[in-house]
């Protein structure tokens, strides 16, 4: 570890997510009120290995605890996957005197974490930033509590126009390989069903099952709106072809709806800024103690550390209560069959 405790670098990386500001605004005062003096470097990994940095104070982080993005934008760094961009990137924080650099990103971002860890000498601390929340080791992620409500705000809406015309929709939602956001907003959206990896336990059957689903509550329930959400990468080529396949398969008839990056972007709702504005201060105080390599999370209620190395090896589960009721004990089809509804 370097002998001088005195200035940390922040950057953030990967998928943005909204709390990020919130994030640098918390690490910033924090390290200010620690007397340390911060450097933010831009465009995440890259902005390391190009040494493109700007001094942060007090009136960078005034007014951004409310704003999508980052202020320090942020990147997917094909150069820092390389050992040559790694060794330049801890070179430039050597020779900048940076004796702790705090990363806010996903999984990919503390993969990033862990290959510097050869090359550089100082600490190095991650938070949680993505709107996947498919870090394990925390209950939450910044940004996915935004982006759960701004999904369900754009349900909603789509909701109203399938209800009016007693369509069927299949809206896709983000995630990568994670099912958190379409088992969260399917929930908060009551949708008829939920489509994520979790719940996919037969591929060869899903087209099948989806369809009797939807032509059972048909059934039972007469005209009436359905709704799928489905996580991306999902289908093979997507809701457009999951559509096209029901409709050659079932003649059913569904439009598809790509949410996409709107679910990136905007305010932050009150749980995010908090959240980050929590794991921000708890990172400075683990500089400040020593810490190095590690992830600071919240499980339940309370500031935890977890490493880098356990926070990605595994696959953070979804709440299995909650996929229980949505894929059976408040599933409609199941109702109509035990009660008729
Ligand atoms: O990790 C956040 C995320 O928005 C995922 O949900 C999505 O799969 C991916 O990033 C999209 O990445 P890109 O911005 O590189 O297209």
Redesign the pocket.
Known sequence: MLKNNNKIAILTS??DAPGMNAAIRSLVLAALHYKMEVIGFNYGFNGLIEADFCQLNESSVRNIIHCGGTILKSA?SPKFMTEEGQKQAAENLHKLDVSALVVIG?DGSFNGMLALKSFYQGQLIGLPG???NDIDGTDSTIGFATAVNTAIDAIDKIRDTAEAFDRVFVVEV???HSGFLALNVGIACAAEQVLTFESFKNPGLELQNIANHIKQCKVERGQSSYLIVAA??LWPEGVEKLCSDLQSYANIKCTPCVLG?I??GGDPVAKDRILATKLGVAAIEAIRAGKNMIMIGESSNQMCEVAIETAIKHKKQVNAALLKAQNSILDIAELAQLNKI
Request: charged share 35%; proline share 0%.
């Open positions: 990967g998928g997917r996903g993505t709107i996947d983000m995630g990568r991306e990468n990056y679910q990136r």
